[in-house]
């Protein structure tokens, strides 16, 4: 999730980064597969531009890049093009279609969970699913426990990101005026420490 600084030094430094880690990184299985604008922070502090998702062939892959010696080098490039780059990674446990549909919209929930009520924000999913499907919407994919990157945030690591499909802006309002919501969201009040929530579309359409 990148917020890139725009002035001419960074865009030709971002081209330079493009230029040295795709490569090396195909070298070792990285692939693009999708990407989506964000159109509204709606909770976050963080303003990103988009959700971009790469995927390795597995997790020792991953580890074959980041050994390479020319890596740290490649790396250290990134506080000079982006006001903050955030990496999140997990393993995926199943095939996971990404297959992005520019008549759709998207919402992507970052949650960091109470670690004193470690079930209670999965109550509150398992609480609205339902009506998630009632109002157009389907869950894309839940990233557990993620490994978090970052070069301008001490954040610990969140314990899910939650990204949804929907038919039509405004899915999640219609989710919230409806009582099975109202009945869970004691759970997402107990279930977590901080949130941010995205609302987000291939063409970068105005929610």
């Known amino acids: 999730m990148p917020d890139a600084k725009s002035d001419a030094d960074a865009n030709a430094i971002r081209q330079t980064y493009y230029q040295q ?10 692939k693009r597969e999708a990407q989506i604008k964000v159109d ?17 062939p597995d997790q020792a892959s991953e580890k074959q890049l ?3 010696p020319e890596w740290p080098a490649i790396k250290a490039l990134r506080p000079k093009v982006w ?5 999140y990674s997990a393993a995926v446990e199943n095939d996971l279609d990404l297959n992005l549909d520019p008549a759709k919209y998207y919402t992507l929930v970052v949650a960091w969970t109470n670690p004193d009520k470690p079930d209670d924000y999965q109550r509150y999913l398992a609480g609205i699913e339902n009506e998630v499907s009632n ?18 945030t001490d954040l610990k690591a969140p314990g899910q990101l939650t990204f949804v499909e929907w038919d039509a802006p405004g899915g999640f309002a219609k989710v919230q005026a409806t009582a099975d919501y109202k009945a869970s ?8 420490t901080k949130i941010e929530f995205y609302e987000m579309s291939v063409n970068g359409k105005a929610q």
């Not at 509204?40 to 390795?56: E, H, M």
Request: aromatic letters at 14%; a positive charge; zero cysteines.
């Open 21 to 30: 880690a795709l490569p090396l990184g195909a070298k070792f299985g990285l």
């Open 40 to 56: 509204n922070a709606v909770i976050s502090d963080y303003k990103p531009s988009g959700l971009i998702f790469f995927s390795y």
């Open 66 to 68: 980041t050994d390479q």
């Open 83 to 87: 006001n903050e780059l955030r990496i």
């Open 135 to 152: 109002a157009g919407g389907r869950f894309i994919y839940k990233m557990n426990n993620p490994k978090m990157e970052a070069h301008a």
């Open 185 to 192: 969201v004691s759970y997402f009040q107990s279930g977590i």
